[in-house]
T-cell receptor, first 114, second 115 residues
Framework: NAGVTQTPKFQVLKTGQSMTLQCAQD?????MYWYRQDPGMGLRLIYY???????DKGEVPNGYNVSRLNKREFSLRLESAAPSQTSVYFC?????????????FGEGSRLTVL | DAKTTQPPSMDCAEGRAANLPCNHS???????VYWYRQIHSQGPQYIIH???NNETNEMASLIITEDRKSSTLILPHATLRDTAVYYC????????????????FGTGTQLKVEL
């Protein structure tokens, strides 16, 4: 199993450009998450999806939109990128109903906005 | 979610036990303590979790105080590869709906294992 796969791994954008970060998981998990991590800081939750068809805001949702396309895929879109969105983005998933419910993370997508 | 407090950094000699503390004084009765670590900007990795009993797995041990207001993650024989940021979070496990699925991380403890 691949686990949680994120694409692209690296991206450079100019201010005002748009792009979508893709995330897919093959573990049949219900919940999916998008976090961002800035240098020297912890993870901050952008958006999450408790189940297919639902999405909710996290701590820092401004400037982002998400789509839970199906149970496997959860995408993050930047409509008009800003330098403040330069960060490393992590997608994660977890199952519900299991005894542990731990998060599984992707390897990250490194975004630079010039 | 209960808030957690961790020291920003700790050092440990290789081969010695690393004891990482976490305070979670507002933890609720149905909230578990989870530990994750992040090695050099990779995606965070699950380590262990517990409710009230001490837990041990192949990676670490988790000691939770009787009042559940604090816990300690123990790496029994730390190696250089254990150098990472360690995150303690508290969360309800199992089936969750709506805001119950919101999982937030703090800034963690940077553990540096040295020769």
């Amino acid at each position: 199993n691949a686990g949680v796969t994120q694409t692209p791994k690296f991206q450079v954008l100019k201010t005002g450009q748009s792009m979508t970060l893709q995330c897919a998981q093959d573990m049949n998990h219900n919940s999916m998450y998008w976090y961002r991590q800035d240098p020297g800081m912890g993870l901050r939750l952008i958006y999450y999806s408790a189940s297919e068809g639902t999405t909710d805001k996290g701590e820092v949702p401004n400037g982002y939109n998400v789509s839970r396309l199906n149970k496997r895929e959860f995408s993050l879109r930047l409509e008009s990128a800003a330098p403040s969105q330069t960060s490393v983005y992590f997608c994660a998933s977890r199952t519900q109903g299991a005894s542990t419910g731990e998060l599984f993370f992707g390897e990250g997508s490194r975004l630079t906005v010039l | 979610d209960a808030k957690t407090t961790q020291p920003p950094s700790m050092d440990c000699a290789e081969g010695r036990a690393a004891n990482l503390p976490c305070n979670h004084s507002t933890i609720s009765g149905n909230e578990y303590v989870y530990w994750y670590r992040q090695i050099h900007s990779q995606g965070p990795q699950y380590i262990i979790h517990g409710l009230k009993n001490n837990e041990t797995n192949e990676m670490a041990s988790l000691i939770i105080t009787e009042d559940r207001k604090s816990s300690t993650l123990i790496l029994p024989h730390a190696t250089l590869r254990d150098t990472a940021v360690y995150y303690c979070i508290v969360r309800v496990a199992g089936v969750l709906t709506g805001g119950g699925n919101k999982l937030t991380f703090g800034t963690g403890t940077q553990l540096k294992v040295e020769l």
